[in-house]
C-alpha cells in the first residue's frame, strides 16, 4: 500500500489504550493525525493493572501468546517508562483447584529463555530486572520461615517482599511451590497522564475529545467522517486514513465502514479497596481458580496507602453472567445488555457497586483470612472489552487491515499497543525509516518528561474521575 498524498492526514476514531498509543507514535514520527474520543479524557476503558510480560495469569493461553505478550510488553514499557508499579507477581493454585504447580513450570523456563534473547539483543529490553531472578518458586517451609522476618521499608529483595504473603495467607489452602514472577503493577492513570502530556507537546496532533463519530464514507480515494461535537454539532472531515480503535464499540465503526468482522465483547469490572490494618508492601498475588465459577481466579493487586484493587473471576465479582456477547451476521458489533450498556454510559448505581465489592473483598478473604477488615474505597474500575474471532482465551491480538486504507486495531491487553501502531506504519508505509531508531530515540516527546511530571498529571485525572489518588502513586522500588 501506498501514501495516498507527500502528506497524509490519518483519523483514529477511540482514546483508549490502543488509539491514544498510535496517536502517540504516528504523532512522534511527524505525521498529520486526528484522535477523536467521545468521552471527556483519554485512555478511561476497561482496568488496566497489570503488565502481562509472559502472560504467567493465563494458564490456558499458548507458549507463543505469552512470548508476544513478553515482547509487547518490553516495548511498551519503553514507550512509557514512568507507568510501571515495580513489584513482583506470587502465583498460587489452591487446593481446590485442578490445576497443580508444575505444569506452569517448563513455560516459565521457555518465557524466561525468550527474555533472556530480548535482552541479548539488545540492553535496553532489561526493564523486568535480571533475567536470573525472572521467576523463583517458594515452597511452604521456606513461607513458613519469611512469615518470622520483619520486611524492610521498602522491600529490597524478593524474599522480602514475600513477607506480608507469607504472614497473611492460609497458607494450609496452597499447592506448592509458589511462583514468584517478575510481572509488575502499570498505573492507568500513569499512563493516561502519560499520553495527555505527550500528545499536547505535538503540534501535528488533533486530539478531539467529547465528539463523535456518527458516518464514515469512503469516496474520491479519501474517507469522509461526519461527527457531533460536544454541543451536538455536525461536522465533517477528509481524511486519507481511517482507524478504528474505539475498543468495545469497534462494531460501530466497521458497520459504518461496511467492513464487517467477527468479534466477542465481554463486560468486566474490578473493585476498589482500602485496607486500614495494612502497613506493609504487598506484592500482587494471583490465586487461580476455574473462570466463571465460585472458586474463579481472585487477583490482589496493591497501590499505595494501604489501597488494593480486586478481580474475583466469579460472575458475582469480576464476570456477569451475560457480559459476553458475540457479533452478529448483521452487523459487526455486539449488543451488550442494556443495564450493562448504562453502566458503561452512567455510571452504577452506588448500591451495586458496594455490594460486588464487598463480594470481592469476601472472595479474597477466604485466602487472606485478615483481609476481611477491608473497605469499599470508590468507584470500581470497568468497561467492555473487545476480543476478535471467537475465542475468549485470545490474550495477545493488535492489528486488522481492509481495503480503502482502513484498519482496526483489536488489542486485547494494552500492552499490544504499540506493536499494532508499528504495524500501521510499516503495511500502509507511511514513514519509509520508521523503526531505525531506538523505540527511545523515536518517541522524544514521550521522553521528555519526568516521573514527577507524569505523577502530577496522573493524581489530577484521578481526582477528576473520581478516583483514589493511590492509584496513581508510584509503588514499589
Not at 521522553?447 to 493511590?470: K, N, S
Amino acid at each position: 500500500m501506498t501514501l495516498r498524498s507527500q502528506d497524509p492526514r490519518i483519523a483514529i476514531i477511540g482514546g483508549g489504550i490502543a488509539g491514544a498509543t498510535a496517536a502517540v507514535h504516528l504523532g512522534e514520527l511527524g505525521l498529520n493525525v486526528v484522535l477523536m474520543e467521545k468521552s471527556a479524557g483519554l485512555v478511561s476503558g476497561p482496568p488496566i493493572c497489570h503488565l502481562h510480560a509472559g502472560g504467567n495469569l493465563y494458564r490456558e493461553i499458548s507458549e507463543q501468546q505469552c512470548i508476544d505478550l513478553l515482547e509487547q510488553s518490553i516495548e511498551t514499557v519503553r514507550l512509557y517508562p514512568h507507568t510501571l508499579n515495580v513489584r513482583p507477581t506470587l502465583i498460587a493454585i489452591p487446593q481446590s483447584d485442578p490445576g497443580q504447580p508444575e505444569e506452569i513450570l517448563p513455560r516459565l523456563v521457555t518465557i524466561q529463555n525468550a527474555y533472556r534473547k530480548l535482552v541479548e539483543q539488545d540492553a535496553a529490553n532489561q526493564v523486568l530486572g535480571a533475567v536470573d531472578n525472572y521467576y523463583r518458586l517458594y515452597q511452604r517451609e521456606e513461607l513458613e520461615r519469611l512469615a518470622q522476618q520483619q520486611q524492610a521499608n521498602p522491600p529490597q529483595s524478593d524474599d522480602e517482599w514475600v513477607i506480608p504473603f507469607a504472614q497473611h495467607a492460609d497458607l494450609t489452602q496452597l499447592k506448592y511451590p509458589v511462583v514468584l514472577v517478575q510481572e509488575y503493577g502499570w498505573s492507568v492513570f500513569r499512563l493516561a497522564a502519560s499520553v495527555d502530556l505527550t500528545l499536547e507537546a505535538l503540534p501535528n496532533c488533533q486530539v478531539m475529545l467529547r465528539t463523535e463519530l456518527v458516518d464514515a464514507t469512503f469516496q474520491d480515494n479519501q474517507w469522509r467522517l461526519t461527527y457531533l461535537d460536544a454541543q451536538g454539532e455536525r461536522h465533517t472531515q477528509t481524511v486519507d486514513y481511517l482507524v478504528n480503535a474505539c475498543g468495545f464499540e469497534t462494531g460501530r465503526v466497521d458497520d459504518m465502514a461496511r467492513h464487517h468482522r467477527q468479534r466477542l465483547v465481554e463486560f468486566k469490572a474490578a473493585y476498589v479497596t482500602h485496607w486500614p490494618a495494612c502497613h506493609q508492601w504487598w506484592p500482587e498475588v494471583i490465586f487461580h481458580g476455574p473462570r466463571g465459577s465460585e472458586d474463579g481466579m481472585a487477583q490482589l493487586t496493591p497501590y499505595a496507602d494501604g489501597t488494593f484493587q480486586l478481580h474475583g473471576m466469579t460472575e458475582s465479582i469480576t464476570l456477569f453472567a451475560d457480559g459476553l456477547v458475540a457479533s452478529t451476521p448483521t452487523s459487526a458489533q455486539p449488543k451488550l445488555p442494556l443495564y450493562l450498556q448504562h453502566k458503561i454510559e452512567r455510571g452504577w448505581p452506588m448500591l451495586a457497586q458496594k455490594d460486588r465489592t464487598v463480594r470481592a473483598i469476601q472472595h479474597m478473604s477466604r485466602f487472606v483470612p485478615s483481609f476481611d477488615n477491608a473497605e469499599f474505597a470508590g468507584t470500581p474500575l470497568f468497561g467492555a472489552q473487545q476480543i476478535p474471532g471467537d475465542d475468549v482465551t485470545l490474550r495477545a491480538a493488535d492489528v486488522s487491515f481492509e481495503a480503502n486504507q482502513y484498519a482496526r486495531l483489536e488489542v486485547v491487553k494494552g500492552s499490544s499497543a504499540l506493536r499494532a501502531a508499528r504495524q500501521l506504519v510499516a503495511v500502509w508505509q507511511l514513514k519509509p525509516d520508521a523503526g531505525e531508531l531506538s523505540i527511545e530515540a523515536e518517541h522524544p516527546c514521550s521522553m521528555a518528561f519526568t516521573a514527577q511530571q507524569v505523577e502530577q498529571q496522573a493524581i489530577r485525572l484521578c481526582h477528576a474521575r473520581g478516583y483514589p489518588a493511590a492509584l496513581a502513586k508510584v509503588y514499589g522500588l
